[in-house]
């Protein structure tokens, strides 16, 4: 059995290992750049999961701390998963004070519904109530802070 340890805040985060997959590997973000990645990280609760010093799992929140969270960029590299490292990042912000408090926790998945119901995710209450500006590809029309 795999020894994972969770670690939080940006500090303690690989920032090449999650933009990296972000960039190469997810379907929701291919060709972010670095920069991107890394600010985003900057505002919000980050997570991860890392076997000796090697970082495998990554999400975060993005958060008020006090009514809302939206789930983003959970990943745990292929040759580490099915070992428990998702459940185990999300007890870990499940167990967080703040989270307890929160009114609505949200996310957007393709294709890992069952693990997210575990943690009482489910379809929206009032889906006529939620409204969107969808802009997948606004990660690759970003030139830089000042453009």
Not at 109 to 116: E, I, N, P, R, V
Request: charged share 25%; aromatic share 14%.
């Amino acid at each position: 059995m795999l020894e994972v340890i969770v670690k939080t805040g940006k500090e303690n985060m690989d920032v090449k290992t999650v933009h990296r997959f972000l960039s190469e590997d997810s379907y929701w973000a291919k060709g972010i750049s670095y920069e991107l990645v890394d600010r985003s990280l900057a505002n919000s609760f980050c997570v991860g999961a890392f076997v000796g010093r090697a970082q495998v799992g990554f999400g975060r929140v993005i958060t008020d701390y006090y009514t809302f969270g939206w789930f983003a960029d959970f990943m745990v590299l292929p040759e580490f998963r099915g070992n428990g490292i998702s459940k185990l990042m999300l007890t870990h912000i499940f167990e967080q004070p703040w989270s307890k408090r929160l009114r609505r926790k949200m996310l957007n998945t393709s294709d890992a519904h069952g693990l997210y119901r575990q943690f009482e995710f489910n379809d929206l209450a009032n889906p006529g109530f939620i409204l969107e500006v969808y802009n997948p590809e606004a990660h690759l029309q970003y030139k830089g802070e000042d453009a």
